[in-house]
């Protein structure tokens, strides 16, 4: 059975604008992310899921398989578990694997 990491971003943060994509000693808070989910060696796959292209594409330069979600699941009102269930949807990820 695999252990997989779900990370969710969206671009529309409200308290600050784009904040996964600010820079931390000099990589995006992505990339700090990434790299402590594997350093705890849990996990065999970490997906990203986010309304935002170019976030897609750093995390998928970062060894992550990278999914671009529909807006609707990207809102302040969005519900975190439907973000959820489209992505294991759509990567036919279940708990019989």
Not at 4 to 25: M, Q, T, V, Y
Not at 33 to 49: A, G
Request: include cysteine; proline fraction near 2%; glycine fraction near 4%.
């Amino acid at each position: 059975m695999k252990i997989i990491a779900l990370i969710c971003c969206r671009s529309g943060s409200e308290g600050i604008k784009n904040k996964n994509l600010k820079k931390f000693h000099g990589k995006p808070i992505l990339s700090w992310m990434s790299k402590e989910i594997k350093k705890t060696k849990l996990f065999d796959e970490i997906y990203f899921s986010s309304d935002s292209e170019k976030l897609c594409s750093i995390a998928k330069n970062l060894g992550m398989i990278s999914d671009l979600r529909p807006k609707q699941l990207a809102t302040s009102t969005s519900d975190i578990f439907d973000t959820h269930k489209y992505v294991l949807r759509k990567f036919n990820i279940n708990d019989k694997e």
